[in-house]
């Protein structure tokens, strides 16, 4: 990883290891849930933008040389990893367990 990209994500991961501490005590107190998942929410937002940059970074470097290189089974392979990865990240998901009778609504 380029060096000034590691500086930026080494950065990047001290904040949002202060926000999931700042949620863990706002747990432990109590506090009103809608509250603790705007700050979820905003970690997640943080982590995303943090892979979206060591992304761009792999793309820079060893993307261009694996294709450079003639790797290119193994470059698309990964790609396409990292693609359906994101999709199965990106899919709002229901608990199969949950009985939606027994909930208040």
Do not use: W
């Not at 991961?13 to 005590?25: A, C, F, N, Q, T």
């Not at 693609?83 to 229901?94: E, Q, V």
């Amino acid at each position: 990883m380029d060096q000034d990209l590691t500086k930026g994500t080494l950065k990047r991961l001290k904040y949002i290891e202060g926000h999931i501490s700042g949620v863990r005590k706002m747990i432990e107190n109590d506090r009103y849930c809608v509250d603790i998942l705007h700050q979820t929410h905003a970690i997640r937002r943080s982590i995303e933008a943090m892979e979206s940059e060591i992304l761009r970074g792999h793309f820079k470097t060893h993307v261009v040389d694996g294709i450079s290189e003639g790797n290119y089974t193994h470059i698309i392979e990964e790609l396409m990893d990292l693609y359906n990865m994101s999709k199965k990240n990106n899919i709002l998901r229901t608990d199969p367990q949950i009985d939606e009778d027994n909930h208040d609504h």
